[in-house]
């Protein structure tokens, strides 16, 4: 009930931001990313590209990809495995490509360094650390897959949090999976409102938390409410404590993944396109799975 | 009788050849799996290659590598599948040097990350059959806090099966370039992905 009120709050504030797109968006310094984002004209669709019949799966449908190559007398070979449309519309980019940027500075003059030095704790001990904070999210996956109606995955994850929370001692160990082979089935809010139709709606890019967008802010906000420190009173736990938590876990993940986002900025074109690209095609992925499981 | 029998022998014999001319088009061709595990194994041996350990070697692991990645990875089908449709906007020249660009800035942006390999384990678990031509090999790189799910699609051309896209964790390969090769070839002419290109690739 809380959920589905504070959805609405958001969505309430989020409403000025979204009419305000519509109108922003043509006179945006920018403007042509955002065109890019529409769908191309001047791109035949796949039934007028091979006369001859498309011996292909026709699984492309009406995507503007035909992911095929395009010689003609090659039109035998414009089989494809079966590929989403991948664009999100992005009204707000050039205040996008501002906090990316101060995003990438934030991870290599301070998360990056502090993650390394935090990197001399023996990685035994940093497992022990993710697996305690991982733990403390298997309320919101057992929540998540439940809306999902993935009840079996539902089922797992509950069985998962009592078994870590007890013989893995409040997460410490991954008890369930290491001995009983039980193991964790991701969900979270932004699937759920994925699930369940709602589209994206356009790309954000959040302050520290990076790639986002207006369904995947809401879900952030959705899982941040089924997560169980979200409910210790403020005596108990005060609000910078609880930042410290956050910033600690942060860090703690981050130790295991240094060397990704660089990996990803080097091979890139555009950093930017690149993580936009790779937002929206893990979510799409996301959603899927949520769709087919169970 | 005997008549019959002879006729019936000659009959097996057609087939015999028959088989034996069909078979081999289609039998030496190897599982799109064990194809793709065959080459991972084989950059995994270079790795552990304790001849070819420390800094000083680093050129030859890379050397290496790359002679392998030509051979298990189809560039040509890649290059023409990640520009999709603007790929006909190149003439053959544009697009033989567009081959050979992305070829390099691939091999120079992931050979570094292969070469940092950390002894995570890779299972390859299953493929599916996408068409007669078309499969996705799926594998798990185990990490000490996550399973990250690498499939690789693959086409069988010549009797070889080549790899033309890797997704990792949902991301495909060529659908990510696309979409910043699709920028500058919205505003821009090919020749200015082109110098994009070369720039980048001179850089590194």
Redesign the interface.
Known sequence: MKILLSAIVISLFLCPFSLRAETDAPSARSGQAVVAERPEEQIPSPQLDSEDGDKGPDLQGDEEEDGGGADKGEAEEEEAAPEQDTRIPDPFVSVNRVVYQVNDRFYFWLLKPVAQAYGHIPEDIRVVVSNVYDNLKAPARFLNNAMQLRLRAAGTELARFVINSLAGVGGIGDAARDAFGIKKQDADFDQTLGHYGLGHGFYIVLPVFGPSSVRAAVGLVGDRLMYPLTYVRHEDLSYAAATGIAAHEMVNETSFRIGDYEAMKDAAIDPYVSMRNAFTQYRQKKVRESIKKD | MRQHSIVFQRYLTVIYFILIFTLPGSASAEKPLETVKGYADKVLDVLRDPALKGESSKKVRKEKIREISKKMFDFN?LS??TL??H??KLNPEQQQEFVRLYTS??ED??A??IL?YTNEKITFSREIM??D??A?VQSIVQ????EIPIYY?VMLKDGAWRVY?VVI????LI??????????L??DTPEALLQ??RK?VGK?
């Open positions: 089908e023409k599948r999709s449709n790929w006909r800035l691939l942006a992931y570094d990350k940092s996408l068409s031509r078309i996705e990490r000490r806090t996550a699609r896209d964790e949902g991301v495909s659908n990510n370039y696309r979409s910043q090769f699709r920028e500058i919205l505003k994009t290109l980048k590194t």
